[in-house]
């Protein structure tokens, strides 16, 4: 079980949580609890970093931002414990959540549960800080921002749980992000491949990491609320939303004798900035001299456009980085001006890109065309387009973003039929 930040924000929702827990338990699970920090104190403990030292070290970081998870475990270990729990914390050193890479940004490597194992066996309840491990030299990891989803989906792995349920503030994956659409509604499945494509686009509701590592994992992977009050009625069968193989999906719309629609979700991202070189010369070698250097200083470059070229043998090229590193990109192109020959650097931080998504796309036409039409319609310029099998990504104006996903909720069909 996995609690995100909102429902461990203080005190009393904590204790709603220990009442989850202590439930499951009851009904003679053995259970592991990962936790998040409180909802804004992971952003607290950054800003706080960036005062001490705007060029701080990830790995001194790590050890400051990773204190907040440490915070909530401890928390609810004591409220299973005042309620006649069995219940102990774990830190990510002590189980070992064993990580590698890079500080801030670790990925979870082996986890030796055998102790863990041991403990949940002997009845005792076993709480994680989630976003935490230990590096190979022995020193505090984090997994990312959103990386206690990581965390969970890694210890139910190295547990053999039956299942890994990602309690959060909403009850399951919607058709968007319902905090924007009123309308959007709640699916009772979701392929990986599409909630991995989803959540790379921007639907933060599971980290990309969690989703990939459950799919290679086999690990059985439910979203649920964790404010639904005791025996309230269900939006469905299900609690939550199940994540499936696309054989189970198949499956399950073969027994519903339904089909399979073209587009299951939308998501934005507001977090990139477009970039546009212009005159750079229009021949073999150009755009690798662009992106080596990006590549080089760890700069993951998103969508790129090569526009048609001009006269005299040159061309514009477009592309969008992470906002946080729009900075870091412009400094180093601009190093390299002479070496690519390009005119100006034009950047726009205030672009957002909308992605639809669904394995429908596979076999249905026109659905790229809906999505332009769509955003023709309401005026709405497209700046830059990227596609893979299952998804069409366009980036517009960030101030449009929720006209963008609204208009093209509806055209897809998505809509939810009850009043909104
Ligand atoms: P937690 O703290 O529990 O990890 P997050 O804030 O990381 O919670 O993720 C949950 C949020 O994800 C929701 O509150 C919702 O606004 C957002 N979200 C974005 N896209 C979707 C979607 N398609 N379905 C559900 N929630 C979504
Ligand atoms: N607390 C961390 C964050 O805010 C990890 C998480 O909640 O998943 O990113
Ligand atoms: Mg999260």
């Not at 629609?261 to 001299?289: C, F, M, W, Y």
């Not at 709405?380 to 990227?386: D, E, G, K, T, W």
Request: charged fraction near 25%; glycine fraction near 8%; charge should be negative.
């Amino acid at each position: 079980m996995k609690f995100g930040g909102t429902s461990m924000a203080g005190t009393e929702r904590i204790r709603r949580v220990a009442n989850i827990v202590r439930a499951q338990a009851a009904a003679g699970n053995e259970v592991a609890v990962v936790v998040s920090a409180m909802a804004g104190e992971t952003d607290r403990l950054v800003n706080f970093c960036r005062e001490a030292n705007p060029l701080y070290d990830p790995a001194e970081y790590d050890v400051v931002v990773s204190s907040g998870e440490q915070v909530t475990s401890g928390l609810l270990a004591l409220t299973l414990q005042s309620m006649g729990c069995d219940a102990r914390s774990w830190m990510g050193w002590q189980v070992p959540i064993n990580t590698f890479a890079n500080h801030a940004n670790a990925r979870v490597g082996d986890i030796d549960a055998e102790k863990l194992i041991a403990s949940m066996q002997s009845g005792q309840i076993a709480v994680l800080p989630g976003f935490q491990g230990v590096s190979e030299e022995g020193r505090i990891t984090t997994m990312g921002r959103g990386g206690s989803d990581t965390s969970a989906v890694a210890v139910a792995a190295a547990v053999d749980a039956d299942r890994c349920d990602i309690y959060t503030d909403v009850d399951g994956v919607y058709t968007t992000d319902p905090r924007i659409v009123s309308r959007a509604r709640k699916q009772k499945y979701v392929t990986f491949e599409e909630m991995l494509e989803l959540a790379s686009v921007g639907a933060k509701v599971l980290q990309t990491r969690s989703v990939s590592l459950a799919m290679k994992r086999g690990v059985r992977l439910q979203v649920l609320s964790s404010f639904v009050e005791e025996g309230a009625p269900s939006a469905d069968t299900l609690p939550g939303t199940m994540i499936v193989s696309d054989e189970e999906m198949d499956a399950i719309l073969e027994e519903n004798n339904v089909e399979r629609q073209s587009v299951t979700g939308i998501a934005h991202d507001k977090n990139e900035a477009r970039v546009v070189l212009t005159r750079v010369p229009d021949k073999p070698g150009a755009v690798s001299e662009i992106f080596l250097p990006l590549g080089d200083a760890g700069i993951n470059v998103d969508m790129i456009i090569q526009n048609v070229g001009r006269d005299k043998g040159e061309t514009d090229v477009t592309f969008t980085v992470p906002q946080a590193e729009l900075a870091r990109a412009i400094a180093l192109l601009e190093e390299k001006q002479s070496v690519i020959g390009f005119n100006r650097i034009i950047s726009d931080a205030n672009v957002a890109k909308i992605s639809v998504v669904g394995m429908g796309m596979k076999s249905h036409g026109g659905v790229a065309a809906l999505m332009f039409k769509t955003l023709a319609d309401r005026g709405i310029n497209v700046q830059a387009i990227s596609t893979s099998e299952i998804k069409i990504s366009v980036l517009i104006d960030a101030d449009e973003t929720e006209l963008a996903v609204r208009v093209l909720h509806s055209a897809y069909g998505l809509d939810s039929q009850e009043a909104a």
